[in-house]
T-cell receptor, first 111, second 116 residues
Framework: QKEVEQNSGPLSVPEGAIASLNCTYS??????FFWYRQYSGKSPELIMS????GDKEDGRFTAQLNKASQYVSLLIRDSQPSDSATYLC???????????FGPGTRLSVLP | KAGVTQTPRYLIKTRGQQVTLSCSPI?????VSWYQQTPGQGLQFLFE???????NKGNFPGRFSGRQFSNSRSEMNVSTLELGDSALYLC???????????????FGSGTRLTVV
């Protein structure tokens, strides 16, 4: 059973702070990892992808991957109220099967 | 470039009826996946189609079915609707199957189905 776990939250951070979102996965052979943002009542939107160990930065977002620990994280620097959403971690298993999504972490950025 | 188009956006059906949802992927994308999203269960995988063939199927009853046409457009059908089928149904397209998934999904806006 492939699993992706996330803290459901809500995670509350003050405006301007760093928000840290975490995700663990069970399938050690997984190669591709994605973060999606979903605003209430909207569909998920891809914001970051990462394939190699280490950090990948894109603007205020940094994805971190540690395959040995089977751990993926998303850091949001200078958090804004507009970042308030549910963040979904998705993992692409190595066997060509469909993505496995985590339950999502609800982030609330307080003005 | 047009995104993933799902129709209809909203649907209200009665228990026992059937429903068909439609999804047109991004031009050039050949993989279409369907997900059910509910507050309690999150995103649950229904099935994936690539080149008109069902490649993967989730753990849903046989009342849920789908198909893909030669132009990559996809439909899913739910027969004998139950109250528990009320959910947001999301379609996602991707460039390919398998390694093509490295590109990630692009989701449509979804169809919100309410069964009364």
């Amino acid at each position: 059973q492939k699993e992706v776990e996330q803290n459901s939250g809500p995670l509350s951070v003050p405006e301007g702070a760093i928000a840290s979102l975490n995700c663990t996965y069970s399938d050690r052979g997984s190669q591709s990892f994605f973060w999606y943002r979903q605003y209430s009542g909207k569909s998920p939107e891809l914001i970051m992808s990462i394939y190699s160990n280490g950090d990948k930065e894109d603007g205020r977002f940094t994805a971190q991957l540690n395959k040995a620990s089977q751990y993926v994280s998303l850091l949001i620097r200078d958090s804004q109220p507009s970042d308030s959403a549910t963040y979904l971690c998705a993992v692409n298993p190595p066997d060509g099967q469909n993505f496995v999504f985590g339950p999502g972490t609800r982030l609330s950025v307080l003005p | 470039k047009a995104g993933v188009t799902q129709t209809p956006r909203y649907l209200i059906k009665t228990r026992g009826q059937q429903v068909t949802l439609s999804c047109s992927p991004i031009s050039g994308h050949r993989s279409v996946s369907w997900y059910q999203q509910t507050p309690g269960q999150g995103l649950q995988f229904l099935f994936e189609y690539f080149s008109e063939t069902q490649r993967n199927k989730g753990n849903f009853p046989g009342r849920f079915s789908g198909r893909q046409f030669s132009n990559s457009r996809s439909e899913m059908n739910v027969s004998t609707l139950e109250l528990g089928d009320s959910a947001l149904y999301l379609c996602a397209s991707s460039l390919g199957y398998g390694t093509g998934l490295n590109y990630g999904y692009t989701f449509g806006s979804g169809t919100r189905l309410t069964v009364v």
